[in-house]
């Protein structure tokens, strides 16, 4: 069901932020290779479903239980689904390679406890993989956040200062629009505010025939200024 915490594939609504989804795991996929991998919020299942393509076994972990559910049923051969408290891993210490965590540590009240579990599980020099969309441009001028779900939001050193006693971190990212879209924004204004101006039955046409048409290739993942990028990646090593 759509209520918004999570982004949903085959939403043609939903289709602009699945993408910016998809954009930054196909950017850690290479991390993912041959690994025992843990999802920490998969969600719908997309995502973990993308990454076993590549991975040697992934576990998908969600608190949801109807989520799992669904998980288990859809990629039943792709993900293992499991349910479970994110600030409280089922798992025993030091049993994974890789924790991917996408759009999810702004959900949570424990940020601190959820990053100390994930240095738990993993392996001695494990991989930690996590995004989240950037506070300084998704809820600029330290306003609320924009979405109900999220607890708290995080710039670019607030990031950073989390991981710190936990990882280090060996890749920081931005990941922002790419050409296309940026040309579209020069003609009509900024894409992510005529989005969530209005609800989708009354977006004009030119911005539903955009949103509708974007791809995961429209999304760039780079070490440019992460300022001004849309969602932070960072790619970290447990200490």
Request: one cysteine or more; a neutral charge.
């Amino acid at each position: 069901m759509l209520t918004g915490e999570r982004t949903l594939p085959g939403v043609p609504e939903e289709n602009y932020w699945f993408r910016r989804h998809e954009a930054a795991y196909r950017s850690l996929a290479p991390f993912t290779t041959g690994a025992i991998l843990l999802e920490a919020g998969c969600g719908e299942g997309y995502g973990a479903t993308l990454l076993a393509e590549g991975a040697g076994l992934v576990v998908g972990l969600d608190y949801d239980a109807a989520t799992v559910r669904h998980v288990g049923a859809r990629y039943p051969t792709a993900v293992h689904a499991v349910r479970g408290d994110l600030q409280r891993l089922p798992l025993r210490g030091g049993v994974v390679e890789v924790v991917v965590s996408l759009q999810t540590v702004e959900h949570l009240h424990d940020q601190v406890g959820f990053v100390r579990e994930c240095a738990r599980v993993l392996r001695v020099a494990g991989t930690l993989a996590l995004s989240t969309p950037n506070r300084l441009t998704f809820s600029p001028g330290g306003a609320p956040p924009v979405n109900p779900f999220h607890t708290r939001e995080l710039a670019p050193a607030e990031l950073d200062e989390l991981i710190a006693p936990f990882f280090h971190p060996t890749r920081r990212w931005g990941l922002r629009h790419g050409r296309r879209l940026r040309q579209w924004e020069r003609r009509h204004g900024p894409l992510v505010a005529a989005l969530l101006a209005a609800p989708p039955p009354a977006w004009p046409p030119e911005l539903r025939d955009l949103a509708l048409s974007v791809t995961a290739e429209d999304f760039d993942v780079d070490e440019k200024s992460r300022a001004d990028s849309l969602d932070l990646i960072t790619v970290a090593v447990r200490r």
